[in-house]
């Protein structure tokens, strides 16, 4: 093992109740004589907990080392960042079974805190769209099962809280702030894709501020959502402003994280692209930002909803007709609502927004994403061109819930 992968092994890897010096002699030890990075810490938890998605919860509880689902470690010597990385945040990684009279699935969701709450994706609780009564099982990351029940969701963002039911505490992830994030930064997606619970995988941030369309998965007024793909037309559909990767994900790291080398959540997966029918992974995965994920959450934990903010414009996508081919420059405003937070902020017809708080705007569909990422009430600053001059004005957004 490297001095760095060593040092940031031992400064990452939560071991609770443990003195720096018993922790250090305990990896010490550990890299001596056994292939297992447990990652995890002493733990109170169900004593006749089945192992599989579906078991009973126990009722014991007792105190002692784990050996959860492993970051095998063959080489003791040239262990990677990204084992040290999983053994980081594993245990804050659930697999989630859903089931209802409409059918079953699987996904994945990070632990907000040590009671309980996990976030995830809104299609994984609603199964696609299908269903608003489901019947919820979490396998942690040492396979113990508890059950589950939703707080509330958030359509709009694709985003979910459950409260999972169980007499110990959890290892909450760690968010880190995803506006300091860079393309061609390290990334490790972690979570159940096909089922396979506690899946690592490895590959960079391809681009920021990406916008995407999903199908809507709100419930039980579509039964077509776009589950893990991009939109294909059918259906409500939603804009996502999002993270892309090339870290493998695939159905089923629904709701999963997306961690930097620090072991921090960066994004919450949500989508993958595809080509030529298939419907695994190709490199194009992506996730919902931390910031955005980590506000609708605590939102809703609070309240049962998440707030969304509202501009108070119809724009089109514009184009450079003076070019010699036609290419996207922003979103023109072709309508105001009366006494909304454009008009009230100085927006006019005709306008072409061209950034929202400092990101460029180059269409409809991407300012519509990143105001909706807001939270009702939040300022901003609208870059925008009028008659051939750029203008700066700041606004207060309105409440898309009151339109």
């Given at each position: 093992?490297s ?19 018993k ?11 056994t292939t ?6 002493i ?7 089945g ?17 959860p689902?492993p970051?095998?470690?063959?080489n003791?010597?040239?262990?990677s ?12 990684v659930?697999?989630?079974s ?8 699987n ?29 919820i ?22 985003l979910?809280?459950?409260?999972v039911?169980?007499?110990i ?19 490790v997606?972690i979570?159940?894709p ?21 199908a ?6 579509n039964?077509?959502g776009?589950?893990?793909?991009l ?10 402003r999002?993270?892309?990767?090339d ?6 790291n ?14 919450i ?10 419907s ?45 081919a036609?290419?996207t ?7 105001l ?11 006019k ?11 460029q ?24 061109t ?11 957004l309105g ?5």
């Amino acid at each position: 093992m490297s001095d760095y992968n060593r040092q940031f092994l031992f400064e990452a890897t939560p071991v609770q109740g443990f003195t720096p010096a018993k922790k250090l002699t305990f990896f010490q030890r550990l890299a001596k004589r056994t292939t297992i990075l447990t990652g995890g810490a002493i733990l109170v938890i169900g004593a006749s907990v089945g192992a599989a998605v579906g078991a009973g919860v126990g009722v014991g509880v007792y105190n002692f080392w784990t050996r959860p689902a492993p970051v095998i470690v063959n080489n003791t010597d040239n262990v990677s960042w990204v084992s040290a990385v999983a053994a980081t945040a594993l245990p804050s990684v659930a697999t989630i079974s859903v089931s209802s009279s409409a059918g079953g699935g699987n996904g994945s969701g990070v632990f907000l805190n040590a009671d309980g709450y996990l976030l995830t994706n809104t299609h994984v609780v609603t199964l696609d769209g299908a269903s608003s009564s489901v019947k919820i099982e979490v396998k942690t990351f040492d396979g113990h099962v508890y059950s589950g029940t939703v707080v509330g969701t958030d359509p709009t963002n694709d985003l979910a809280v459950i409260k999972v039911s169980a007499p110990i505490k959890f290892t909450p992830i760690v968010f880190a702030d995803s506006n300091k994030l860079n393309v061609g930064d390290s990334a490790v997606a972690i979570g159940a894709p096909l089922g396979l619970s506690n899946t690592v995988t490895k590959g960079i941030i391809s681009a920021l501020n990406r916008t995407i369309q999903v199908a809507s998965s709100a419930a039980p007024d579509n039964s077509n959502g776009g589950g893990l793909q991009l939109y294909t037309g059918s259906g409500a559909s939603v804009n996502l402003r999002v993270i892309q990767t090339d870290a493998a994900i695939n159905p089923g790291n629904s709701g999963g994280a997306l961690l930097n080398q620090r072991g921090q959540l960066i994004g919450i997966n949500v989508a993958i692209a595809n080509a030529g029918g298939t419907s695994g992974s190709i490199g194009v995965g992506f996730a919902i930002p931390s910031n955005v994920a980590q506000r609708i959450a605590n939102e809703i934990i609070k309240t049962g909803h998440a707030s969304h903010a509202l501009l108070g414009a119809m724009v089109s996508d514009s184009t450079n007709s003076t070019a010699a081919a036609s290419f996207t420059v922003g979103a023109k405003v072709v309508q105001l609502t009366s006494g909304g937070a454009a008009e009230k902020g100085g927006v006019k017809i005709g306008d072409i927004i061209t950034q929202f708080k400092g990101v460029q705007i180059t269409s409809a569909s991407e300012l519509t994403a990143a105001v909706r990422q807001e939270k009702a009430g939040s300022q901003a600053t609208l870059q925008l061109t009028r008659a051939g001059n750029t203008i700066s004005l700041n606004v207060v957004l309105g409440d898309a819930s009151k339109q």
